[in-house]
Structures are given as structure tokens and as C-alpha cells.
């Protein structure tokens, strides 16, 4: 009775950790997001693996730890983190209702250290992780967060930035953050990190705001004081140059 | 005249990642940290590798860079991720005084998510990075950091809780959290992730703010208003079980 949550990293590929493969090898049964599955249906071509649509999370998780009592070895697979908006919470709430077993959370690479590289070194000072999805959180808790974090100074790394249901959620959320940070302050975003059609783009939060072209597969990075563009990378140095 | 920077992930075992594994062999010369290059040496033991002592980062990095404008393919190896508090961003500060090179950031597993995975599901929701380290960040401006941070719910990550040079600033750090967050708040500490001597203990604030053992290698956590401890684990329900 085993069950182990497995980030798969943003694109499920070269980024995918050794724990995480040798987790997948060792399930009898892999249980994900069908577009999760596809990323990793070819690399464990004779596994067994169960895929469930958009917001199947309960069910897909209960699949899981029903196999995993009934005496398998099951991996759940996440993108990204295992951990971060990902599902390792939800099994351990639901694992309650069943025998006790073994979990295991194995970590990914999380899209904001995946986006990062791809853009340059923009978290490499205090930053915050927000998700504009407000399907789970009161948009209300969501709008403090952005002003709290603006307002220090942090990097911010925005999940979930806008979908067809909130195509005015990243304008919303900058026009929060205008109020602590100028309209110069450098950004950037990555569309399908490490995945098929890979792009990142550098600009102001100025610009940021009204763009149409960021979607739910996009991470937003917004700079603090410090972040400066170098040759057409977000850089935020963190003081080594400057240090006494 | 290729540089890259690679993310080794917490204790650099398994869950390096393939992309950083790769970069690794294909570096004719691969510099770092001292305790760094002494986590890899086993694994390539044929490759040369060049290690230097604590704050010379500068150093490093320049040596880098100058094998690098020689031709020769050059891996800067990190702790955790190349970005977060790693050397990704100092490269390209650096870089800019050299000749124009390749230069590539493979991202890896940061404390914050390796140290999650040990405690539970500690970061399922907004979070926010905090170093308490103050070489090169005034203490008032993470003093407003934390603050912030605490004030809007984000569960908060720790990084650099604690030295011997600086043996209250957890204690700072949790007196200023405990003006927004209530004692019993759930947190926990992970010492030495993914290397020998692993050890994670849960806690509350109020209990942390005394905590003696906590140091350089532990990454803290400190839970919102709903994490919660299940069995032993630290866990950030999302809102999966209580969506309409």
C-alpha cells in the first residue's frame, strides 16, 4: 500500500527529477490529468495509467487511494510541484478516510524556478506566489496578497494569470499592483515552459496589463525595485556586486 | 563558449534533474561552493571541477566566466534552484564584461518545495520566499517583508532562518509574524533536505520563536490560517472538498 505524489516538472521531460522516474517506473498504476498523462504516456509506454478531466481532482485522488488500498503501488502525477497548487494537500485530507498507508510527496521543478531560467534570474531575492485563480480563494484574499507583496517590494510570480472565464483578472491584479510599483517596473512571462511552443516575453508592467495573449498556461513574473532587463533577460541582482 | 548554471536540487541525489544531470557531464570543468562540489564529486568522479570557500561568489563566477570566454564548456553548479537565492543572476551581471556567450539556466528543486515534500503539503497556496540573511538586504526592508507577508495569509518560507552570527533573527522574525498570525499557528522546520541527517519537526509559532536548533541548513515554514496538522503532516488544504 504505497502512494506517491510526483511533481513532474513544468514539461514533464529533460526538467523530470530521478525520484520522480524511478517513482513512475516503480507504480502499478499512474492516476492524472489527462493532459498531464499525454506529456508522459510515451516515456513509460507499458504503464497503466488512468486519466480524468478539468476539475476531477476529488475523484481522481479517491482512484488513487482506493487502488493503493486495495494493495498497489500508485503514483499520482502533477505538473510542476507535487506540492504547489498541486495535489499532495488533497491526498493527505482524503487519506483519512482510508487504511493507513505510505505516502511519499516527490518535488518538481515548480513554473516559477521553471519560468525563471527561461526569462533569466528573476527570483533570486524574496518573492511571493500568487494564483488569480479564484475558483477556491475569495478574489477579495487574492487582491490583499497582491497589494501586501507589492507593497514590500517582493518579486511576484502569478499563477493562473487569465482564462476565457477572467480575461480581466491580469489587468485587474496590476492595476493593484500599479498602486505600489511604476508603470516602468520590468516583467516578463512564459507561455508552455518546457513543453512544445515555448515562448517568453519581457516587458513593462505597463504593458503587462493590457496584454490579451497570456493565458492559464502562462506564468507572469513582475520585478521588484532591483530587476533590470541585461542583454534582454529579467535579472534582479541581489546585491553581491554591491556588498561591502 | 557555453556557461550554464545549474540548479542541483537540495542535497543533489535523486532528485537532481535529467537536464542538470546532462549539463553536468557535458561541462568540461564544473565550479562551485565547496559543500556543493562535495556533493556531486562522487557522482562524476572524472570530471574536473574547481570549489571555492563561502562569499566568493564574485570569484566564482568570474572564474567561470573566464574558462567560459576561453571556449571551454562551463557548469556553475547551485544548491536548490540556480535562481533563487543562486548564481543564475550574478552570471548575467557579470556576463557583461566578458565576450557574448551561450549562456543557459537549468532550474532545480529549491529548498522551499524539497522541504514542503518532507513536511506534507505545506505550500498548496500562496506563498511567499522570505532569506532573513541581512548581508545584502537591510533588516527593515525584511522586517516589512514579513509583515506583509504575514498580514495577507501567505503561508511563509523561510530561507537562512538562523546563524551563529545572527542567533535572534528567528526570534525577530517571529515576533513580528506573531503581531498577524496566532501562536498556535501550524509550522515546521526541515533540516538538511535530501541529505544525511534529514530531520523535520512540526510546531507552532509560539514554539518555533524559541526554537535553538534551528540553523544555516533548516528551511522553515509557517503555515495560513487553514493549514492544518494530519497525522503528523503539515498540510495547506487548498479548497478542493469545501468548492460549491
Known amino acids: 500500500m ?8 513544468p514539461g514533464a521531460g529533460e526538467d523530470l527529477t530521478g525520484r520522480a522516474r524511478q517513482a513512475i517506473e516503480a507504480a502499478e498504476l499512474v ?15 507499458d504503464k497503466e495509467m488512468v486519466s480524468t478531466g478539468m476539475r476531477r481532482e476529488v475523484d481522481r485522488c479517491r482512484l488513487a487511494l482506493e487502488e493503493a488500498a486495495k494493495g498497489k ?3 499520482v502525477v502533477c505538473s510542476g510541484d507535487s506540492g504547489v497548487y498541486g495535489m499532495a494537500g488533497l491526498i493527505y ?15 518538481g521543478i515548480t513554473a ?7 526569462l ?3 527570483l533570486t531575492h524574496d518573492f511571493a506566489v500568487i494564483s488569480l485563480s479564484d475558483l477556491m ?10 497589494a501586501c507583496a507589492a507593497q514590500a517590494d517582493f518579486v511576484l510570480c502569478l499563477y493562473n494569470p487569465r482564462s476565457h472565464n477572467r480575461p480581466d483578472y491580469l489587468r485587474r491584479a496590476c492595476d493593484i499592483i500599479l498602486r505600489y510599483k511604476p508603470e516602468t517596473t520590468v516583467c516578463g512571462f512564459v507561455r508552455n515552459i518546457g513543453r512544445a511552443g515555448e515562448e517568453a516575453v519581457t516587458l513593462t508592467l505597463g504593458e503587462l496589463r493590457d496584454r490579451e495573449d497570456v493565458d492559464m498556461f502562462t506564468t507572469v ?14 535579472v534582479t541582482p541581489r546585491g553581491y556586486l554591491q556588498r561591502p
Open 112 to 118: 516559477a524556478c521553471g519560468g525563471a531560467a527561461v
Open 31 to 45: 492516476v492524472g490529468y489527462t493532459a498531464y498523462i499525454a506529456l508522459i504516456r510515451n516515456q513509460f509506454p
Open 137 to 146: 480563494t475569495p478574489w477579495e484574499k487574492i487582491e490583499k496578497r497582491l
Open 93 to 107: 485530507e482524503l487519506a483519512r478516510e482510508y487504511p493507513p498507508m505510505d505516502i511519499e510527496v516527490v518535488p
Open 2 to 9: 504505497k502512494l506517491t505524489v510526483v511533481g513532474l516538472g
Open 221 to 234: 513574473f513582475i520585478g521588484n525595485e532591483q530587476t533590470v532587463l541585461l542583454d534582454g533577460k529579467m
Open 73 to 75: 503501488n500508485v503514483a
Open 120 to 122: 533569466g534570474a528573476p
